[in-house]
């Protein structure tokens, strides 16, 4: 009768001549355990030692077709104006015009953001299922809030520096156009502007400039898509009104907003880029989420 043994791996009993445990597989030579060993430990210990290294871009931005990547971007740049011309003209035609008070404004916004999110949904139909893998579950959906909860700081201490430097020349710095429309459409519409400029904008938004402009621009360089990127999305919510209005203060107070809005979209490009395009989506939508529940919460204080 042969001697047993305890699987060196398993602990099963096994005849101590064997070289190989015959349920699990597992050598029993013992230098070759050991090695065996060894390179068990180097994996196990890279894999819990690994360091989190912020500008480590292992996520890869989604590579859709070049063609894509420009009706993305020109669709949702000029698509909003497009589509706010066309209702507008619309509602010239009958007795009342529909959209020359607050609430009316807030409809066309709602409107506007809903068939461009569908346009460009349909762009994108066939790449749906390479862009749902990119928002993560557990803790890397976590990951995400927390690159939107970085997005938040980052604007709010770029708004905070110019604010500062607006007292600096005694200058009163206020919210911009942008700003206060949508503050205005909130106090209107609160639970269908956190739906629309909380979530639906934002993804058109990260559709419209990082899926499309910056993925299109990266294929050249990689320094020039943050720039002109970061510049269009700053300048979308300039209000170029005010350069012709001769009005200087309310000029260099839309100026003293633009840098907060230049970083934001630096930032966005950094964790698109970082964390792909559920990545930037979840961080954005964490950040105008935010802004409107404080918005709200303000006007029920108010």
């Known amino acids: 009768m042969n001697e047993k043994r305890k699987c060196v791996k398993c602990n099963l009993l096994i005849d101590s001549d064997l070289d190989t445990c015959p349920y699990c597989g597992y050598p029993q030579n013992k230098e070759e355990d050991n090695k065996n060993r060894e390179k068990i430990e180097i994996v196990e210990s890279k894999k819990t030692t690994r360091n989190f290294n912020l500008f480590d871009f292992e996520q890869k931005d989604i590579r859709i077709n070049v063609i ?86 980052v604007s709010l201490i770029v708004n905070i520096f110019f604010n500062l430097i607006g007292k600096m020349f005694h200058l009163n710095v206020e919210e911009n156009a942008n700003e206060s429309g949508i503050d205005s459409i909130v106090s209107i519409f609160p639970i269908l502007s956190l739906i629309i400029f909380g979530i639906i904008g934002p993804i058109c938004e990260e559709f419209t400039y990082r ?92």
């Open 68 to 153: 894509k990547q420009i009706f993305l971007f020109i669709t949702g740049w000029l698509g909003m104006t497009a589509i706010s011309l066309l209702f507008q003209y619309i509602s010239q035609t009958v007795s009342e015009p529909l959209f020359t008070n607050t609430r009316g404004i807030g409809l066309l916004n709602f409107i506007i953001y809903f068939i461009l999110f569908g346009i460009l949904s349909l762009i994108c139909c066939t790449d749906i299922i390479n862009l749902l893998p990119t928002f993560k579950k557990g803790k890397e959906f976590l990951t995400d809030l927390g690159y939107g909860g970085m997005l938040v700081c």
């Open 211 to 302: 899926l499309g402009l910056f993925s299109l621009l990266k294929r050249a360089n990689r320094i020039l898509p943050y720039i002109l990127t970061a510049l269009i999305f700053g300048f979308i919510h300039f209000d170029f009104n005010c350069l012709t209005s001769g009005n200087g203060a309310l000029i260099i107070n839309e100026f003293l907003n633009l840098p907060s809005y230049l970083a934001a979209g630096l930032t966005l490009c950094f964790i698109y880029e970082k964390r792909g395009f559920g990545g930037s989506c979840v961080a954005h939508i964490t950040n105008n989420v935010i802004s409107i529940i404080l918005t709200i919460f303000l006007g029920f204080l108010g």
